[in-house]
């Protein structure tokens, strides 16, 4: 912790900074390496519109990122810059949710990925809507009315791929297997967290929002005789990040590091 | 010599020359990404954008095209990017929409009320929510044949 703190910063109960911090970056990080792994589809989707689509969620999400982090380094004060942030950490340094870390996989598993985590991040976002942190409220509020877009996408293919019996509906159900263990990771509780409920910063605890997410994604899974997320374990659920994640941030880091410090 | 006024309204008419990098024919006035556009006691000309979407790459072209356009004044000036109100479609002026229009992109609307900038026709199908750019999506007209970009209603 810095001992002198931001401009930004002295408007929030001390004690909770650091979870504030901490809840900042890894809804940074989930958007970051999200957009990253949907941007490995540009030039090669199975259709030239979900080529678009994918490379504009990208887009999105990458943007939703880079506000995330500037909020961040506003935060935190004392020369941190959103690309620092970014760029400079090891692998074991970030702190996104391991649903994120089980590499493209084929269409299904980025559909499979993109609706759990697009419901998840919905029902997160739904908790910081009233956060007493302005500044973060009124990115949300932005935020919000553009991921409507991404959940609409998300959930339109999800029903193709599941009402297709043969390829498509094994496939589909392949990769939510595959994902279930770590479906619920993006609520993975923050140390502290319960500051940041009695501050007003979020609604409702992770346990409470995950709640939420499953009681809005049940009625759909019902619907299409997919299998439910069980109760995942949450141990290390953003701190523990395998191969994939690895290889990944070798690729996003490998121009920021061909020459350390360049400025755009 | 007589020193120009410098007041809001001055300001103002000086942003509706500024024009979207993407679409050239409407200005950030008719978009309705100007939030804030103030000149305060110290004499500073100080204005607040909006982004149409949080990641829309044009928003530091429009910051740079703003603050050279304001230059002529004289004054310090600073441009900022903020997230106080969201952006939404609804700020759009009626002037904007009819521009948006005859440069051929159908103003943003709920996708049942879309009609075809060319033909006006409500005979449309929406081909992708995504488009070229973050606001926009691809339609086809059923009637003259034509395909055609929507603005997403946000």
């Known amino acids: 912790m810095t001992t002198t703190r931001s401009a930004l910063s002295a408007s929030i109960d001390p004690a909770a900074e650091a979870v504030l911090d901490e809840l900042i970056l890894s809804m940074a990080d989930d958007e970051f390496v999200i957009g990253f792994s949907d941007s490995e589809w540009t030039g090669i989707a199975p259709i030239l519109e979900e080529d678009i689509a994918m490379s504009s969620l990208a887009q999105d999400e990458l943007g939703h990122a880079r506000a995330l982090y500037e909020l961040l380094a506003e935060l935190r004060g004392a020369g941190q810059t959103a690309d620092a942030i970014a760029y400079d950490r090891e692998p074991a340094d970030y702190r996104h949710a391991r649903l994120l870390d089980h590499g493209r996989g084929d269409w299904a598993m980025t559909i499979a990925r993109r609706y759990l985590y697009d419901t998840a991040d919905g029902s997160r976002l739904e908790g910081l809507a009233k956060s007493s942190f302005a500044p973060l409220r009124e990115l949300v509020d932005k935020i919000r009315r553009e991921e409507r877009y991404h959940v609409m996408h998300a959930t339109t293919w999800l029903e193709r791929l599941a009402r297709h019996p043969g ?43 995950e709640a939420r997410w499953r009681a809005t994604i049940t009625p759909l899974f019902v619907g299409l005789d997919l299998p439910m997320p069980p109760p995942g374990d949450l141990d290390g659920g953003r701190t523990t990040h395998g191969e994939p994640f690895r290889w990944l941030w070798g690729e996003f880091t490998s121009v920021r590091r061909s020459d350390p410090g360049a400025i755009w | ?136 999506s691809l339609f086809y007209c059923r009637d003259c044949r034509q395909p055609f970009e929507a603005f997403k209603p946000i």
């Open chain 1, 167 to 209: 390829e498509p509906r094994d496939r589909l159900i392949a990769s939510l297997e595959e994902l279930a263990p770590d479906a619920a990771t993006v609520f993975t509780p923050l140390d502290g967290e319960a500051l940041l409920v009695e501050t007003g910063l979020i609604a409702e605890s992770m346990a409470a929002l």
């Open chain 2, 1 to 136: 010599m007589i020193a120009p006024v410098v007041d809001e309204s001055a300001v103002r008419a000086a942003l509706g020359e500024v024009f979207d990098p993407e679409i050239p024919t409407i200005s950030i006035l008719d978009l309705g990404i100007v939030h804030r556009a103030e000149v305060g006691s110290d004499g500073a000309i100080r204005i607040d954008l909006l982004p149409t979407f949080v990641g829309c790459p044009a928003i530091e072209l429009i910051r740079s095209a703003v603050n050279d356009r304001l230059q002529s004044f004289g004054r310090p000036v600073e441009v900022s990017v903020s997230f106080e109100v969201p952006w939404t479609s609804d700020r759009i002026s009626p002037e904007g929409r009819e521009r948006l229009r005859r440069s051929g992109f159908a103003p943003p609307a709920d996708i049942d009320a879309v009609h075809c900038p060319y033909c006006d026709s409500a005979r449309v199908a929406m081909d992708s929510i995504f488009g070229p750019t973050l606001c926009r």
